[in-house]
């Protein structure tokens, strides 16, 4: 279970910078919960107390959010099933090595 290949680097809109998200579409993907995308989107995103424009932005282009590392880690620690766990680990690890396939 290898969560870095979804890992995408993305010029973060308001600041312009670039950094390393997730899109919320692969998230959902990878987790495989029985609940709808419309309601993984609302329950861990827009009502979670992770913060627009600084954890997520969404992006308009693909119709996804792009989630920061944090704000994905975030959501897999409150999903809190094996898999969610699992790939908190997995990127846990990532993080601990520095990013260092990622352009």
């Known amino acids: 279970m290898n969560?870095?290949?979804y890992i995408i680097r993305v010029q973060e809109p308001?600041?312009?910078k670039r950094k390393f998200f997730i899109s919320s579409k692969n998230l959902y993907r990878?987790?495989?919960t029985d609940v709808s995308?419309?309601?993984f989107v609302e329950t861990n995103i827009i009502w979670s107390r992770l913060r627009a424009d600084i954890?997520?932005?969404f992006n308009e282009q693909h119709d996804t959010y792009n989630l920061s590392i944090c704000a994905v880690q975030a959501i897999l620690?409150?999903?809190n099933t094996d898999r969610?766990?699992?790939l908190?680990?997995?990127l846990t690890d990532h993080i601990n090595n520095g990013f260092p396939n990622n352009k």
């Open 55 to 57: 954890d997520y932005h």
């Open 14 to 16: 308001h600041t312009k």
């Open 84 to 86: 969610s766990w699992a």
């Open 3 to 5: 969560i870095e290949k």
């Open 88 to 90: 908190f680990n997995n």
């Open 77 to 79: 620690i409150i999903e």
């Open 30 to 32: 990878i987790l495989q």
């Open 37 to 39: 995308y419309k309601t």
